[in-house]
């Protein structure tokens, strides 16, 4: 009987288990950075499209109405004790049948008084809508009792929302038409970003300039931040932007004044690298960059300026 030989199996050394791990490790931290990147792109493709859908209802709603919607309505009803005003109710609830919304606009109080929560509207202004959340932020939440907006109205260089057209088409109570931008639908910037709960100094502008004491003090962190609600607008900063300072400066806080302020410079803002989307009054959407000459900025927020841009 021959002799038989028995041969064992080898397993893999400890050392060459640590180098295999260390090999998949390596792969991991050099296809992490790219996988990061084509996740971003996606986010911001969808925030470009986002934009598109908003610039296509508000020329449906343009269409329909041969005006743009107001950036906010006030109307008061009734004298001294007993008057009161609508509940201030924003530009995107107004194109929300363009936005394949119509059943929820339909549900829509536009009469009750500013700030009552009264049935339905409570309930509507805690909706989540994806078409007016940017993807690069859509986990932040500034008020449990409100859906937010990364996408802000744009309020040219003045810093009231009563402003006339030459500071923007979305004012209170405004109604513009594409006449009426002088400069040219190309040359306006109607929307832009913002991320929702953007902080800014709760000192007020003292003609149209922050005062020093915005480098100081403490961001307002309070329910009414930019982009808490894209139902209600009865807080100015909370649904307006401006062009005083380029998108994502960092160079002065943006001032406002807690949760009352009619007045207030707040820059656009985004979680994309570099700059931000803008969409146009022609319906064009655009990436501004950070270091956007600060005049072109401004003449873009600016509808009848009388500068009509070229390049950008």
Not at 104 to 129: C, D, H, T
Not at 171 to 190: C, F, H, P, W, Y
Not at 209 to 225: D, I, M
């Amino acid at each position: 009987m021959g002799k038989m030989l028995l041969k064992r199996k080898r397993g893999f050394t400890l050392i060459e288990l640590l180098v295999v791990i260390a090999i998949i490790a390596i792969l991991i931290a050099l296809l992490l950075p790219a996988v990061q990147q084509a996740r971003e792109a996606a986010r911001r493709s969808q925030c470009k499209n986002n934009l598109k859908q908003i610039g296509l209802a508000l020329h449906n709603y343009h269409d329909n109405f041969r005006t743009f919607p107001p950036g906010d309505v006030r109307r008061t009803y009734g004298s001294g004790v007993q008057s009161w005003t609508t509940s201030m109710l924003g530009w995107i609830p107004r194109i929300l049948p363009f936005l394949d919304q119509a059943p929820l606009y339909n549900q829509i109080n536009w009469e009750l008084e500013s700030g009552v929560s009264a049935a339905p509207n409570n309930a509507l202004r805690r909706e989540k809508l994806p078409v007016v959340r940017c993807p690069s932020d859509s986990s932040r939440q500034p008020s449990s009792t409100y859906g937010p907006t990364n996408y802000m109205a744009c309020r040219g260089t003045g810093a009231s929302s009563t402003a006339n057209i030459s500071g923007s088409i979305f004012a209170q109570n405004s109604r513009v038409k594409i006449r009426d931008i002088e400069d040219g639908t190309s040359n306006t910037l109607m929307i832009s970003e913002t991320f929702a709960s953007a902080p800014f100094c709760d000192d007020q502008p003292s003609g149209g300039v922050c005062p020093a004491s915005c480098l100081t003090k403490a961001p307002y962190t309070g329910g009414a931040q930019q982009g808490y609600s894209w139902f209600y607008a009865q807080i100015y900063e909370s649904h307006y932007f401006g062009t005083v300072y380029n998108p994502n400066n960092k160079g002065m806080p943006d001032c406002g004044a807690g949760s009352s302020t009619t007045a207030a410079l707040l820059a656009a803002r985004s979680k994309h690298t570099g700059g931000v989307h803008v969409l146009l009054a022609d319906g064009a959407v655009r990436f501004a960059s950070d270091n956007i000459d600060n005049q072109t900025w401004r003449d873009l927020g600016a509808p009848a300026d009388g500068n009509v841009l070229g390049e950008w």
